[in-house]
């Protein structure tokens, strides 16, 4: 299995950027499709992006598109997401996951190991 431990999370204000990192420890990390998952209080956990093994197919849900970036250092075991223009909106506890499957997939359930999560607060 592989562990995940997620960094970056803070307070920001509206348009500002902030940078996620997740570390992966345990079981190659390039053999793992990842994703960024997000839970806003009382809501459920959405999708935010995905990436595939090798890093060349990335997809993004549509509220985020433009905004934020994905990226994977298979050499650094480290999965990224890049966010900029941030809105309120954008507020929520941050995931990272991974999944087995060679298939990618924007589904939380489709996941296998997930990290504990960072928290993204961005004030108006």
């Known amino acids: 299995q592989v562990q995940l431990v997620e960094s970056g999370g803070g307070l920001v204000q509206a348009g500002d950027s902030l940078s996620l990192s997740c570390a992966a420890s345990?079981?190659?990390?390039?053999?793992?499709?990842m994703g960024w998952f997000r839970q806003a209080p009382g809501k459920e956990r959405e999708f935010v992006a995905r990436?595939?093994?090798?890093?060349?197919?990335?997809l993004y849900a549509d509220s985020v598109k433009g905004r934020f970036t994905i990226s994977r250092d298979n050499v650094k075991n480290t999965l990224y997401l890049q966010m900029s223009s941030l809105k309120p909106e954008d507020t929520a506890v941050y995931y990272c996951?991974?999944?087995?499957?060679?298939?990618?997939?924007?589904?939380?359930?489709?996941?296998?190991?997930w990290g504990q999560g960072t928290q993204v607060t961005v004030s108006s």
């Open positions: 345990g079981r190659t990390f390039s053999n793992y499709g």
């Open positions: 996951a991974a999944r087995t499957s060679v298939l990618n997939s924007v589904l939380a359930a489709a996941y296998d190991y």
């Open positions: 990436i595939s093994r090798g890093g060349t197919n990335t």
